[in-house]
């Protein structure tokens, strides 16, 4: 009973983070050479043959989209923070499912561009950097 009590209480608590309370997880393994490229309004994007993580831990809301067009996926992080993945050619869960950071999402084959959309409260987050370091908030 304590422990339903306490992942309930850590889930309440996660449901009302903001974006910037989340550590950005690397989206591809360190193996993968990708070169992650962020536009002036945000977007990342990568084209490489890639197993593809989420950013952070949270559940897969919606997956759109076939294996010839590719697939569009969005993760909810919390209440008001989400990701967008869109041009993946495999994706491993269902709409529903929890996903964690450490483990693929989906698969890339790198013939097409990979791209990456932050949300918070529906509109797209600009402030991400890409360094050496991995992901973070600018």
């Given at each position: 009973?304590?422990?339903?009590?306490?992942?309930?209480?850590?889930?309440?608590?996660?449901?009302?983070?903001?974006?910037?309370?989340?550590?950005?997880?690397?989206?591809?393994?360190?193996?993968?050479?990708?070169?992650?490229?962020?536009s002036d309004t945000g977007v990342l994007s990568f084209t490489a043959q890639a197993s593809?993580?989420?950013?952070?831990?949270?559940?897969?809301?919606?997956?759109?989209?076939?294996?010839?067009?590719?697939?569009?996926?969005?993760?909810?992080?919390?209440?008001?923070?989400?990701?967008?993945?869109?041009?993946?050619?495999?994706?491993?869960?269902?709409?529903?499912?929890?996903?964690?950071a450490t483990i693929p999402m989906g698969f890339s084959d790198g013939e097409g561009e990979?791209?990456?959309?932050?949300?918070?409260?529906?509109?797209?987050?600009?402030?991400?950097?890409?360094?050496?370091?991995?992901l973070a908030w600018s």
């Amino acid at each position: 009973d304590l422990h339903r009590v306490d992942r309930r209480q850590r889930q309440m608590c996660i449901r009302d983070s903001v974006y910037t309370d989340f550590a950005l997880s690397p989206l591809v393994n360190d193996s993968v050479d990708a070169e992650i490229a962020v536009s002036d309004t945000g977007v990342l994007s990568f084209t490489a043959q890639a197993s593809v993580y989420p950013p952070a831990d949270g559940t897969l809301l919606s997956v759109n989209g076939d294996a010839e067009t590719g697939y569009t996926v969005e993760v909810g992080h919390s209440d008001s923070f989400s990701t967008i993945v869109s041009g993946l050619d495999t994706v491993y869960f269902a709409a529903g499912d929890e996903l964690k950071a450490t483990i693929p999402m989906g698969f890339s084959d790198g013939e097409g561009e990979v791209r990456v959309m932050f949300y918070s409260d529906g509109s797209l987050i600009s402030g991400c950097t890409v360094s050496e370091d991995g992901l973070a908030w600018s």
